[in-house]
């Protein structure tokens, strides 16, 4: 900006000072006028006469200037600063001056002056309710939140609590921890929203977000502000047609006011980094300040021209765009503080798109396109946004961490945290975020768990007091809450480290953060989301395979974090798998991200170009990697089982072959591996109940699968290279779905092969036999014709052999056994010489008659066996049962109930015992008796005493070659087996160890492997 202090105001055509009342518009273009053309001090004379040849009473020079610094506040904040000094210089008094004084330098990045600018304001007792507001609004960012909060309140109250102004003190509350005043004001907003009142409330979108999570009501208030807030020219504005691509680069142009150190920054560099330059030509315009950090001098060296709009009214700007033949513009910012979206009102682009920056829809209008996935924005949802949705693969979040450093290893006690058995709960959100029902909830988790402490971002002096005040009313001591002070974005990364658990906060969860967390190896709990900002820290989980850690509701939340910290062994598994493993997950993938990005602008200008409008862009399957193999397990459910060692199994063999394997699974999926949720209900139909009931069951299911299959698997077919398709747990309304599906794919759109695994019958049970076999047969005989129709190599393995003589039935062939893999690790356990010896009995009870056989021997065993000790682990949630089952306990038996027996706990308990007792029959209970059989023998466990394997033909259906195995099928045998046991206690040992390599074989999945790993891909 010129600065021509002395020269003398010229006369400028159009410029003479009014004698009649003025248009503010054309005032303030004309004093612009001037000021471009000789400065601002010749701009101050004008208006100056400008006042004194006014017909309206009590126009003062003072006044105009005011009038004209914010008019331009918000295209050109510096310039409108310089006008606010000058009013300041001839009159200090002016309290509107102050306040718009403190705006301008916080939006410059000037903080310090804008906080004296504001205290100002504060201490002016002529200053009006709503000056006071205003100012306290953004004072409380910077820490003078008790003075923000006292101010504000007494303003609100003096005002009679007007709904134009709860948006003001609903984030000051927010930001200082005043619950009770954020639920009264809540409860007021939302009867307003109730009744109607958007326009009333005036909210700012951003604020609204930090307590509302209804998505409906988010996008009423982002529209009621894009109308408001982003004025469209006077004249019609048409978007510029795309420029011929054919022989020149596309021109993608991104504006932003945060190309310094900031999180919108750090994550969009990720995108700049890996763009196609070949491809690409990319245009900067910054709308905001230089930091002078070296890491905004990188972002900038990405950019093939760098342009800064900060200085630019929004009419220029967007001209100078135009003047570029933008193709794509994109916007980084959103409705936050110092967008400038007023730029995208003029249309510079004939593609404009709103990207990372703000999680959701920005209101329309000025934009065409948003961005973010089939989890922020699931099927449905996109019909309440004004725009069109861009969904990209698995998370629409980009980052950067692919190009830090690793991270210095810091201990606990160098960033003030205590050490020794202390459980460290990190929540690096903005106190802001935070609730009381937020709150009252990770109280609960501290007082389960009495070692925990919480480690928080420091929320300020006047949060902290009221934090402790809440802390103690949950009867928790508020030393337990620790405030972590603010440290740059390296040491920052670093102490997250120290954490053992990260809480993500809701409705408005944690973005940024999460991947923060992620980065540094810190698995995160949230909540289920209802909106697109309370979705993103689930989508980053689900995007790394860490859905067991996004709960569907609050008791689950508190459930899930209470289990971690408790089993320090089950925390240790999951926070290993996050250091491992999701760094090579989508979430960290930036070349992938941008290639989907890239493709994105390409669709969007092509459509542009032939004069179509915007249609939404699904890019959800779309990798920068061919997927070699496909795996499907829709069974999964929502505890750890059969299915999920499995998946675990099959994802360390997919690392130690280097393969690049996908997993498909049910929505509730606990996987601890990159297992994508994505089907909508299990496979098996329970055959309890009447035929009918049970058909419609099954063929309801099949058509879902079926659909489940042509959304999530067909997209997988033709963005790769004909991946092979495993399906390990193919029941029959799977197998009715496949053979759907199959007759609809299209000549070469086939997978390479498909691998089918049984670990159950195709019954509902015996009087519904028949009919199951024939829809079984039927659907065998489809899918064996689409599978010669394509030259489709299909294998079948089941889990034990008394399953694969119904399976061949119905018209597979060439069915060979191969037991499922499961999760498992050998432990050997060292005996001591005077031991005792253990007997073990693991699983659910209900009615089993091996189990009722152990229950009436017990008091006689215990009689004639004094050297036998017995434990018993059961899984059983009916009240009666779990009470009997305790009455047993005494000196010599030990009895624990549990919802469910976790893998660690079963492992540890099979690996102690000196024998264990199998309750169930092979022919009616495979899959059961052979997981306990293996198990124990695996191990190293000595015999197996049994009351449900009857002959040797059962041991021979699990696989029980070479088995030590000790007979049990009454009172007498049991006692007699056990006393054998106790004599010859080290030559049964001897014998298990020597065959226990072939469980090992069979339960790490070789034989599994041997046959499915290996189907051959293009």
């Not at 159009?14 to 601002?40: K, N, R, W």
């Not at 984030?171 to 005043?181: N, R, V």
Request: with cysteine; aromatic share 6%.
């Amino acid at each position: 900006m010129n600065n021509k202090r002395n020269k003398p105001v010229q006369k400028l055509p159009g410029a003479h000072p009014p004698t009649t009342p003025f248009s503010l518009q054309g005032l303030v273009q004309q004093a612009l006028q001037v000021c471009e053309q000789q400065g601002i001090e010749a701009a101050v004379q004008w208006l100056h006469g400008v006042a004194e040849r006014s017909v309206e009473p009590k126009v003062t020079p003072q006044a105009l200037l005011l009038r004209v610094a914010q008019r331009i506040q918000a295209q050109n904040p510096r310039r409108a600063l310089d006008f606010v000094e000058r009013v300041l210089s001839q009159d200090a008094s002016l309290t509107q001056a102050w306040v718009l004084s403190g705006l301008l330098q916080d939006r410059l990045g000037m903080h310090q002056g804008a906080r004296e600018a504001l205290r100002h304001v504060l201490a002016n007792e002529l200053a009006t309710p709503e000056q006071v507001l205003t100012s306290a609004n953004l004072l409380v960012r910077f820490g003078d939140d008790a003075l923000a909060m006292k101010a504000a309140k007494a303003a609100y109250l003096k005002l009679g609590r007007p709904l134009r102004w709860a948006d003001s003190l609903i984030y000051i509350a927010l930001k200082t921890a005043d619950w009770p005043m954020v639920d009264a004001l809540m409860a007021q907003m939302t009867a307003a929203h109730a009744a109607g009142q958007v326009g009333e409330l005036n909210e700012s979108p951003r604020t609204h977000l930090l307590w509302c999570g209804d998505e409906a009501v988010n996008i009423s208030v982002v529209r009621h502000w894009s109308a408001t807030q982003l004025l469209e020219p006077a004249g019609k504005v048409v978007a510029p047609l795309p420029a011929p691509v054919p022989g020149r680069r596309l021109r993608v142009g991104y504006l932003s006011s945060d190309i310094r150190e900031h999180p919108t920054a750090r994550l969009a560099n990720g995108l700049f980094r890996h763009h196609d330059r070949s491809a690409f030509e990319l245009f900067l315009y910054c709308s905001g300040w230089d930091d002078g950090s070296e890491f905004r001098r990188e972002v900038l060296s990405h950019f093939d021209h760098v342009h800064s709009v900060a200085q630019l009214e929004n009419e220029a700007a967007a001209a100078l765009i135009r003047a570029h033949q933008i193709d794509v513009l994109v916007e980084l910012n959103g409705p936050t503080r110092a967008n400038r979206m007023g730029i995208l009102a003029h249309r510079p682009a004939p593609v404009q798109i709103d990207y990372l920056g703000w999680p959701g829809s920005v209101g329309g209008r000025v934009v065409d396109y948003v961005v973010g996935d089939a989890y922020t924005v699931p099927a449905g949802v996109e019909r309440l946004y004004p725009e069109k949705v861009i969904r990209l693969h698995r998370t629409y979040q980009i980052n950067d961490y692919a190009a830090r450093q690793p991270l210095p290893v810091v201990l606990r006690s160098a960033v003030g945290l205590p050490d020794g058995d202390v459980r460290v709960l990190g929540m690096f959100n903005s106190v802001n975020k935070v609730r009381a029902e937020v709150w009252a909830t990770w109280m609960q988790i501290l007082q389960a768990v009495p070692n925990a402490i919480l480690w928080m971002l420091d929320p300020g002096p006047a949060a902290r007091k009221n934090i402790a005040l809440a802390t103690r009313q949950h009867g928790i001591d508020p030393r337990r809450v620790l405030a972590a002070p603010s440290l740059k974005q390296d040491a920052h990364l670093a102490r997250l480290q120290c954490c053992d658990l990260m809480l993500d906060p809701w409705p408005y969860g944690g973005h940024t953060s999460t991947s923060d967390a992620l980065f540094a190896g810190v698995p995160v709990i949230a909540l289920q989301g209802k909106n697109f900002a309370g979705r993103v820290s689930g989508g980053l989980l689900r995007a790394a395979g860490l859905h067991l850690l996004e709960q569907p509701d609050v008791r689950a939340y508190v459930n899930m974090a209470v289990r971690l910290l408790r089993e320090p062994a089950a925390l240790q598994r999951v926070k290993r798998f996050v250091a491992e493993q999701v760094p090579k997950s989508d979430v960290f993938d930036a070349e992938s991200k941008t290639r989907q990005l890239e493709a994105a602008y390409c669709a969007a200008v092509e459509r542009a170009s032939k004069g179509l409008a915007p249609v939404h862009i699904d890019l959800n399957g779309v990798t920068s990697k061919p997927v070699t193999v496909v795996v499907i397990d829709p069974g999964l459910s929502a505890q750890p089982g059969h299915h999920l060692q499995l998946n675990g199994a099959l994802y360390e063999h997919a690392r130690a072959a280097q393969l690049d394997w996908r997993f498909l699974g049910h929505r509730s999926a606990p996987a601890l591996f990159p297992l994508e949720a994505v089907f909508r209900g299990g496979i098996y139909v329970d055959g309890r109940g009447d035929w009918l009931n049970w058909l419609q069951r099954t063929t309801s299911m099949a058509a879902t699968l079926a659909q489940d299959l042509l959304q999530h698997v067909s997209p997988l077919l033709d963005f790769n290279r004909r991946p092979a398709l495993l399906l390990h747990s193919a029941t029959l309304p799977l197998l009715l779905a496949m053979a759907r599906w199959l007759e609809l794919l299209q000549p070469g759109h086939f997978p390479a092969s498909i691998g089918l695994h049984f670990h159950v019958k195709p019954d509902f049970g015996t009087t519904g036999w028949k009919l199951a076999e024939s829809l079984a047969k039927d659907a065998v005989s489809r899918i064996g014709s689409s599978a010669a129709r394509a030259a489709l190599p299909i294998r079948v393995t089941v889990q034990h052999a008394t399953l694969a003589s119904a399976w061949r039935s119905v018209g597979l062939e060439r069915i060979e056994v191969a037991p499922t893999p499961s999760g498992w690790r050998p432990v050997r356990r060292t005996r001591a010489a005077d031991a005792r010896i253990s007997l073990l009995f693991i699983g659910p009870p209900r009615t089993e008659k091996g189990f009722a056989l152990l229950i009436e021997s017990l008091p006689a065993l215990l009689r004639a066996v004094p050297e036998l000790d017995v434990c018993l682990i059961c899984a059983d949630s009916d009240a009666h049962r779990r009470s009997e089952l305790l009455r047993l306990q005494s000196e010599r038996v030990s009895v624990q109930v549990l919802d469910y027996i976790p893998d660690e706990s079963y492992y540890a308990a099979v690996a102690d015992a000196d024998v264990v007792f199998c309750a169930y029959s092979p022919t009616a209970y495979a899959a059961k008796a052979s997981n306990v059989f293996w198990e124990a023998q695996a191990t190293g466990v000595p015999a197996l005493l049994t009351s449900g394997m009857a002959s040797e033909q059962d041991f021979l259906a699990v696989g029980a070659r070479g088995a030590v195995v000790l007979e049990a099928h009454g009172t007498d045998q049991l006692i007699g087996a056990c006393r054998r046991l106790c004599r010859d206690i080290d030559r049964y040992r001897s014998e298990a160890n020597r065959v226990s390599q072939h469980y090992i074989d069979l339960l790490s999945g070789r034989r599994w492997y041997d046959i499915h790993a290996g189907i051959p891909t293009e």
